[in-house]
């Protein structure tokens, strides 16, 4: 079945601790993208990918980071840096080229206590 | 900045009628625009999209209108069913040098109701 897995969908993580969100897709997609949402809010992006080896920064990459080295992978890591962890993650990916639609995966929800 | 808005938060409207959800961008250099559905601790789900050189793409009870002079679109489902009660989010793509970036709206939680 061809499609994007994000895991595991609830993490728990204390303050002060990075973790990694897991995402990866078997869509031969190109462009990946990470986005968070908070309760009421819309999606901002964090970080994207158009091709391996190589991403950007989003609107609000500030306390994360990412990596591109296999096309199917794009791991996010929340940093301590990240003053409020604590959202909705859902990653997503998409054809390169302009006029294609992504697709997103189930969410990760991070709840640092 | 919030390059693409959407100034309606919430829109009830009764089963059977047309639900119009709208949206508006500022960065002219946007030459694709999506529509996603989102229900609540799941992923948004793509919905219909269009290309700037269009002012119209209709899929089934689905069309999205977009008037690039206003920089306008909007999403109407016609009829209106209970099953689509959803958060609906707009996106736009084409940024100059980012032919891949997705920058997504605020959402409008649509409820239909009986």
């Known amino acids: 079945d061809g499609g994007i897995t994000q895991s595991p969908k609830y993490l728990f993580r204390k303050e002060g601790q990075n973790v990694t969100l897991s995402c990866e897709q078997n869509l031969n997609h190109d462009a990946m993208y990470w986005y968070r949402q908070d309760p009421g809010q819309g999606l901002r992006l964090i970080y994207y990918s158009q091709i391996v080896n190589d991403f950007q920064k989003g609107d609000i990459a500030e306390g994360y980071s990412v990596s591109r080295e296999k096309k199917e992978s794009f791991p996010l890591t929340v940093t301590s840096a990240q003053k409020n962890p604590t959202a909705f993650y859902l990653c997503?990916?998409?054809?390169?080229?302009?006029?294609?639609?992504?697709?997103f995966g189930q969410g990760t929800r991070l709840t640092v206590v | 900045d919030q390059q693409v808005k959407q100034n309606s938060p919430s829109l009830s409207v009764q089963e059977g009628r047309i639900s119009i959800l709208n949206c508006d961008y500022t960065n002219s250099m946007f030459d694709y625009f999506l529509w996603y559905k989102k229900y609540p601790a799941e992923g948004p789900t793509f919905l219909i999209s269009?290309?700037?050189?269009?002012d119209k793409n209709e899929d089934g009870r689905f069309t999205v209108f977009l008037n690039k002079s206003a920089k306008h679109l909007s999403l109407h489902i016609v009829p209106s069913q209970p099953g689509d009660s959803a958060v609906y989010f707009c996106a736009a793509k084409g940024e100059s040098g980012t032919a891949s970036k997705l920058t997504f709206g605020t959402g409008t939680r649509l409820q239909v109701t009986l």
């Open positions: 269009i290309s700037s050189i269009k």
């Open positions: 997503a990916s998409g054809g390169f080229l302009g006029n294609t639609e992504a697709f």
